[in-house]
């Protein structure tokens, strides 16, 4: 390829007759003619991180009997193609492709592909590393993947190819903190195309199909300019030109098929619809679609004739102007329109694509990968502190790092965290993971060696614990040092629990003081116990402190009577089913439950000076019509038998009744001394094949909720729902009342009158709702058929979907008093629920000796209120530190504090504060900021916005007090520190 | 595109820093290494000229949900990607897709593509118009149509693009005479892919699917290297990395799926069993198939990989090289490599892809446009002769002649004139044969204004006189000037029978000589008179006799009792059937006919002194498997019954017996006066849709054949054929023991015994055979499923086949005596039938003046058996001028002559002598010859064949005597004759 090389080599600068001076961004945007219908004709290409073929299937073309899809072919010819006319222009979505594809090329292309860039004809747009999900995502991972995405375009490009606009095409429902986080990382706006039917038909009669978003009820700049597209994205009217496609190309040729008339005369009329739904005189019409642009030269040969005939046209009095744009330069062309637009402050859940089809299953398919993905976060927040704390710096470290950065973003793609993909790439996501998370746990074990000054300390990651499963603690348990990582900012107890083999074990702690500890049972119902190949039939159980790193110290001792050794207590297995006329009764000085003897059932929750009769059980609905994406109810929802086998576990530390409510559905309820929380471990599975299920949680309280429920938001902030409603329009509910009503939880939902609140706390995203007051309901598990809500593919999907696959997972409890301040303990309970101590395990052997550990810098002078939402290493002298008030502006307070300690104690010399990303200093970012119905004159000018507080600058030789932080609620404020 | 071209612009100025110098054909080729084996890895792309589409529907990519291919974007793309690495190959088959798409391009991407073709990156291979048919094309039309390829591209780009091989990858079955032509063009050889799966099983282990082809029995020198391509040419073995396809591309990036080591593997192995077939150490591996390379980049960059990866394995001593080469370079190796190859004298009629299929139904589907196609012929050579005469040069007359001959070219495509096409394209090969028909006629009418200093005159030509419909004559028969054009090198009297609407006419000539004529009613059966809307209902018949042009006037006349205006005579209707005890006889001085009254079939023939027992009859095959490509016989073949009913019309210049044989079959058997052949003109359709049938004429003698039965070779040299034989292997006739014997019948089929020969003359291609002695069988007409012979493509066809047309057509019965030259009537037949006078009709009123006709050159100085086979304009100051010694040399003699006369007629001042095509002079053709086995011992140097004899090449400044041609039996030579 060297030929090749030396050809663009002389292209490059043979075109280049003046010094490259790069105009990208707004200024680069095509003129547009005033009076004229604008049409921006956008080429674009949709290509999924994952879906029916793997992310390395679609990148190289491989197992097109799948799907026809090469994304390495996409992006060489766009490029080809781009070279051959500066009017000619592209968005790049994804940059988890473009990176991968970057890393192939040569010196000599990178410069053609840079020139393009700094010329606005390649435009990034969204540019996070996938097309996330917005229902099952949490957004500290959404965070995190525009960071990745964002700072490998800034790397290797600069600020031309910062992306103006998101563009989430296909996420099948639209969350408002997504819009909120593009406020906060500087966007302009957003473009997406799925829209609940009955909404999108109304907003097209009030030309309402674009909006401003207020994104945050806390934030009050988080306003974002947010539109759908006409059509769906793949979808422009028989002008699919790709050779995926089989419209009419245009023939212009001496041909008796020459159809430029009749071509052109449908495409005008498609202009004319669509210009008849927006408020300015611009249009954008998107060319594109699934993978589309794999032979690139097609589409542009036959755009190029569309644009050429269709402006041919003016000649003879047409008003029609069409020209390659982007959807950063519609948007720039809007914002000069000076248009006012409604407001919208809910969001776009559920998406109904027609009155049967809500697709609310994805809240929930494919629980074990949903879960699987918190662990990959959980791994990944781990090593990124350990990372700095170590100034890990090793070529090898740094790319096992970024390949877990990286995959979590590929895991948030809306065809991976949403479990919508076909089986194979689900077991191929797992292997992504499961590779990157290894390589991170590579990173935290060196990162501990270093800070523990134990460089012989094995620091194993167990990660089947979820199974109780640890070949560390199976096999040499007997002498096992435990180190906890708390990846949280402030020194936090929990309860540490560790899979053994025996009964008979002691724990201390560093200072060799003895530790309480109990040994529970595993509790695996019949059939799941088939899929375990295990000998660790125990749990030992201790509460550990931590600030961020501890060690305690696990010893099998013998069983010796009347001796000293400390001789754990063994449960008393209480059978107590069958017993008509008793409850059973767990208690904590925190908490009392009452379960029913006679159905086996949890009956009443007394916590927080509050007593509350909370039936729980599970249910389930049979179904036909539900697929991966949605969930269609065939039947009502028919609960378990009230024949549950019980166990009841009554310890010190942990009291457990264990439920067994089928062959293949069983739940420990669970509260431990000092935890204000209920704990329910759920285990459901294998569902029967022959009849496919989806199984629900559900929680009847005598809370007179009155339709109104509440659920996150991605994790953060709370929006309230109300049954049977929507914000803007009224929904169909004729033939999916339960569905309809589904909204996705990522991390809890609630209910309350005006004096109780129950609120469920959740370990990974699940589709829940509320269909009867005082009454919670989750998704926990579904078995479909392999059909899929496209029934195009439908035969795509393969039937081995792993619906045999038994998930598990837990839910918390809290019953609380209605008072304002009583949410900041299930905030705290989320963080922990979210980032638990991560376990680290050694032989006693190789870590017995005293060791000076590195001091790290002390996070618990951070308000409670914040949060340590990141902290990792950016380049090589420079870290990433970003912190969050996470209580919104009903829950908490404005808050300060001063991060100077924090700064000495990274090493730091220098700090910056960026958008939400890190990638753009927050004094240069400057948002279009548009007219809102209803809120007064329309400006004149063209508005923006800028930061609403003055961004933090500042180095080592000045002031302490220059160091101050301030968070409104919810806020996040991210730095960059420069190191020594 | 303005930039497009400048890129285009700077990368040819760059890339070349030395002056031009074309290094192209052999000598362009890649280096190979001895004692490897030398893969040549050959980029080709197989695009019909219609088939499932129109060739425009192909080449823009039209109708794309019928069948994926744009060959626009192919030539596109692989100039593009040929571009960037002067390693990178591509053949270019089809001209008149390349000559569409030249048309469309800049003078800047021309000067690129003019420099991958002087440097024999892009080599044109094959090089005719359309890949043709060789079964039921026609000798004269497949030499025009490379005539036209080949001149497209001499004029073009010169002498590098002239092909050295012939590609004749996809055509059903391979004709010898069809190889003979490409040895007279000057081809080193052919390769093709389709052989009858016994001959090609048998090759593979003798390892001569390489062959020495001597493809005639009358040419000395006409011997071609054959090659059988390994495999289909569409099926590399997992290996077809096209846009089209799903094989694995090369992946050979940091990838899980990295699969370099499995796809290097798997292609050596390909290699290894395909170098096990041949003979020398190179092996050609050719990667294309079916409108591939539509996304030439896809194909290149895994093709670069492919190589990379393969020779790469040499540093580990693999022995195998591989390179991008061409089909000429290929054998350019094998040429070099000094082997010797068996011998093939005869054809590869019929092709068998199993012993089910013998694809022998296309010599006979759509026998309509099979006989359209020799109109368009007939057209064609009668307008290129009136362009010379006239010498017409207006820009619009060269249009539209050159159109005619495109078309024509098309119409040799191996889905046109088989008849294999989906009807759609059917329909759309009738519209642009029509038209360019048109056009042509446009031109014979200005030359015969200017030849016959009439400009006023009509000379209008009428398209329909095969179902006796001519407006002209219906409207303004009254007083009508029919002119005749003689496109035959000699003066002829033939039979002119022109549709009148009443029965009194008298026909004039010239000179006011009265012409005896009768009127004879049109023969149309019941079933077609409904599809025959028209109010001619006779036919005036007279005998005249031109030299190359003659007007005749035919006037009405009053049907006056006893006056003095000749009064047509009335023919007598007889009808004799169901008179059981007679019998009726036709008979003329030269022919008795004798027809069975009580049958009513034809029972004896008497002529040139031999009398014959033949009956003639139509029979049946109902089939179910068969389809346009293949014969497939389910039941045994059905007479129909002896129930003829019978019309006799007994005139003294003609006699006609009209045979119904039931509603949908029907014939006229005739003779005429003075001439010695039998015609028997049949009427089929429509064929009753319910019972899918293949209808056949069958003649059967007494002759002894003794299972032998002559064809002709697309209407040249013979090929003997024996029941149940074939020349190099045994036939599988298990399952289809009459298609396994049906050949090619395009102009002749005989039988003979020691004593007689029966010989049948056709007046298009049909398939034919000899099943019994003395038996001779012509498949007519057929009516078949939709389905097709290709499983894959069955559901593309559509199911209105135009079964229900109605065909209609001629045979003609010669019963000779067995001696040599006894065959020259049936030649001569040959020619007339072929060639017959082109009428052109005016009105009397507009040329009813003396004029004095424009002196034409006189051709009966050729002797009898020279056949003017080709005058036509070459370029604006030269002719082309070919002539055939159409006897073979069992029939006749070497021949000389002299064509000074003619050389001045046409007002010559130089005259060159050429290859077969004209485009090359003969002096300058050296051809590969190879040795052929047996043949003593293999020379140590490669060997050429020159021309046989020196190449004429002379000026009018010359001795007479320099202008002298001697025509070896079958001799066909070829001048280009400059003009004053």
Redesign the interface.
């Known amino acids: 390829?060297k030929?090749?090389a030396?050809?663009l080599f002389?292209?490059l600068f043979?075109?280049d007759t003046k010094p490259t001076e790069a105009v990208c961004g707004y200024e680069s945007c095509p003129e547009t003619k005033p009076n004229f219908v604008n049409i921006h004709l956008v080429p674009h290409s949709h290509d999924d991180a994952g879906w029916l073929k793997?992310v390395?299937?679609y990148?190289?073309?491989?197992?097109?009997?799948i799907q026809?899809a090469?994304v390495?072919?996409i992006i060489?010819?766009v490029v080809?193609e781009l070279?051959?006319?500066?009017k000619r222009r592209f968005i790049q979505v994804e940059t988890s492709f473009f990176a991968?594809w970057w890393?192939?090329q040569s010196e000599t292309v990178k410069q053609v592909v840079k020139k393009l860039v700094n010329e606005g004809r390649l435009e990034f747009t969204n540019g996070a590393w996938s097309m996330n999900d917005e229902a099952a995502v949490n957004y500290h991972s959404v965070i995190d993947q525009f960071t990745v995405g964002l700072k490998f375009l800034d790397e290797t490009f600069g600020a031309c190819a910062r992306p103006r606009v998101g563009w989430q095409i296909d996420p099948f429902g639209h969350s408002r903190e997504q819009a909120s986080l593009y406020a906060q990382m500087g966007y302009d706006g957003e473009f997406f195309s799925r829209m609940d039917h009955k909404d999108k038909a109304r907003r097209m009669e009030d030309l309402s199909l674009e909006m401003i978003w207020d994104a945050s009820e806390s934030l009050s700049d988080a306003k974002l300019f947010t539109g759908l597209l006409y059509s769906s994205y793949w979808e422009t009217s028989g002008f699919c030109f790709d050779?995926l496609?089989?419209?009419?190309?245009i023939?212009d040729?001496d041909?008796?098929?020459n159809n430029v008339q009749t071509r052109v005369d449908d495409f005008i009329a498609y202009a004319a619809k669509v210009a008849a739904k927006f408020r300015t005189t611009h249009i954008m019409i998107p060319l594109g679609g699934d993978f589309q642009y794999?032979?690139a030269?097609?589409n542009y040969?036959n755009m190029?004739k569309l644009i050429k005939y269709v402006n041919a046209r003016q000649a003879n009095g047409s008003h029609y102007n069409i020209f390659y744009s982007t959807p950063g330069c519609y948007l720039n062309s809007v914002h000069k329109g000076l248009q006012s637009y409604p407001n919208k402050t809910q969001d776009f859940f559920p998406y109904a694509s027609d009155s049967n089809s809500f697709w609310t299953g994805y809240y929930t398919s494919r629980p074990t990968q949903k879960r699987f993905e918190r662990d990959g976060n959980h791994m990944l927040q781990t090593a990124k502190q350990l990372s700095v704390f170590a100034d890990l710096k090793s070529e090898q470290q740094k790319e096992d790092l970024d390949y877990l950065r990286q995959i979590m973003g590929v895991m948030q793609n809306h065809a991976a965290i949403t479990g919508t993909e076909k089986q194979a790439v689900s077991n191929?996501y797992d292997?992504l993971l499961y590779d990157a998370i290894i390589g991170a746990a590579r990173n935290a074990q060196d990162a501990l060696r270093v800070l523990t000054n134990l460089p012989d300390g094995e620091f194993e990651s167990c990660l089947q614990l979820n199974i109780s499963e640890c070949a560390f603690t199976q096999d040499s348990a007997d002498n096992v040092v435990v180190t906890l990582f708390n990846p949280l900012a402030h020194t936090t107890s929990q309860y540490v629990r560790v899979p053994v083999k025996e009964e008979n074990y002691q724990v201390t702690d560093e200072k060799g003081r003895l530790v309480a500890s109990e040994v529970v049972p595993v509790a695996w119902q019949v059939l799941a116990l088939r899929f375990r190949k295990n000998t660790t039939q125990h749990e030992l159980v201790f509460k550990a402190s931590v600030n961020k790193i501890a060690s305690y110290h696990i010893k099998k001792v013998v069983r010796r009577k009347g001796n000293a050794i400390f001789r754990p207590k063994r449960l008393k297995k209480v059978v107590t089913n069958n017993d008509e006329e008793s409850e059973t009764v767990l208690q904590t000085s925190l908490i009392k439950l009452v379960i029913d003897n006679n159905s086996g059932l949890l009956k009443t929750v007394e916590m927080n000076g509050l007593v509350e009769d909370i039936e729980q059980n599970f249910g389930v609905y049979n179904t036909k019509g539900s697929c991966l994406y949605s969930f269609r109810e065939d039947e009502p929802m028919s609960v378990l038998s009230n024949d549950v086998k019980l166990a009841v576990y009554d310890g010190d530390l942990v009291k457990e009744v264990h439920q067994e409510f089928n062959e293949w559905i069983s739940q420990v309820i669970r509260i431990y001394k000092g935890v204000n929380r209920v704990e329910f471990e759920w285990l459901i599975g294998p569902i029967p094949q022959t009849n496919p299920k989806e199984v629900i949680t559900v929680f009847d309280s005598g809370i007179s909720s009155e339709g109104t429920f509440y659920t996150d938001s991605n994790g953060r902030e709370t929006i309230k729902r109300e049954r049977d409603k929507r914000e803007d329009f009224t929904p169909d509910l004729e033939n999916q009342p339960t569905s309809a009503n589904y909204y996705p939880v990522t991390s809890r939902i609630y209910l309350q009158d005006n004096r109780k609140r129950m609120v469920l706390l959740n370990d990974r995203s699940q589709g829940g709702t509320s269909m009867n007051d005082g009454e919670l309901e989750l998704m926990l598990h579904r078995s479909v058929l392999s059909t899929n809500e496209v029934q195009s593919v439908a035969d795509l999907f393969d039937s081995d979907l792993d619906q045999g696959r038994i998930a598990h997972g837990k839910l918390f409890l809290i019953l609380n008093a209605l008072a304002k301040k009583n949410t900041v303990v299930e905030r705290l309970s989320e963080k922990e629920i979210h980032l638990p101590f991560w376990k680290f395990f050694s032989s006693y052997s190789k870590v017995n000796r005293n060791a000076a550990a590195k001091p790290l810098p002390d996070f618990n002078l951070l308000p409670k209120s914040v949060h340590l939402l990141t902290l990792e290493p950016f380049t090589d002298d420079e870290v990433l530190l970003r912190v969050e008030n996470f209580l919104d502006h009903i829950e908490g307070n404005v808050v300060s504090f001063n991060i100077r300690q924090i700064f000495d104690g990274l090493g730091g010399v220098e700090i910056r504060e960026t958008t939400l990303d890190g990638n753009m200093p927050l004094s240069e970012m400057k948002r279009f900021k548009f007219h809102a119905e209803g809120s007064g004159a329309v400006s004149t000018e063209a508005e923006f916005y800028t930061a609403a507080h003055k961004a933090l600058s500042a180095d080592s030789s000045m002031e302490a007090s220059e160091f101050s932080v301030t968070l409104n609620p919810m806020q996040i404020r991210t730095f960059i520190i420069r190191k020594k």
Not at 83 to 86: A, G, L, Q, T
Not at 245 to 249: A, F, Q, S
């Open positions: 390829m030929y090749f030396f050809f002389v292209l043979a075109v793997t390395d299937q990148f190289y073309g491989h197992k097109n009997n026809h090469g390495q072919y060489d010819t080809s070279i051959k006319d500066p991968k890393k192939q050779v496609c089989r419209d009419d190309p023939i040729g041909s008796y098929d794999e032979d030269h097609i040969k190029d191929d292997r």
